[in-house]
């Protein structure tokens, strides 16, 4: 969708300032790990999937994700989730515990001896499915301009630029509809821009951008 977390080539955000990579913490306090720790866990609970939880936070109001730091959006998207998926109610959310007079969870918990080797294990997303793939290195395409009102992975920078096919990296989960709670298969492609192409002629050198973008993405040029 478009909103405030797709800041790539927005004017009037000043330049990036990230922190040295030697001096960056893993986390800033305490309290982002905790964020961090509640986001994994509930996730095991498999109530929703990796990209539903993505396109929670970025369904916040455009002013408040960009206000927020990154593990308070982690943290908005996991409350709106928890409430929608009826985990627990906004009432509970507001008091901060639990109602006893609720029936208890019939989800079943990730235990603290599992996380190491679940995690390890990860959850793959290549899949096998029947069509072949449209595109091979070499083609050119271009990206196809579209403004969906749900998740994507297509960001707003590349859509109607031009490209070429640089590799073919097979078929895996197509974000867009698994947002929606379908696990489709699309073919996915690397394909590389010039900076030109994407940022305009204003720049002191034309370097090349490559993006992975799913072939529902791509129209031929």
Known sequence: MNGG???GGMHGLGPIAPEAEKDEP????????????M???TGFLRTWNLDESRHARERQHPADYMRNSYYENWLRGLEMLLVEKGLVTAEELERGA???SAGASAVVPLQAGDVETTLLKGGPTDMEIDQHPRFHPGDKVRVVNIN???HTRLPRYARGKQGVVRNHCGAHVFPDRRALGSREGEHLYSVCFSATELWGERLNSDFKVHIDLWEPYLAAE
Do not use: S, Y
């Open 148 to 150: 969906p009102t749900g």
């Open 5 to 7: 977390h797709d800041l």
């Open 39 to 41: 986001t994994m866990a």
């Open 98 to 100: 639990a109602d006893p």
């Open 26 to 37: 893993v986390f800033h306090g305490t309290w982002e790990k905790r964020v961090f720790a």
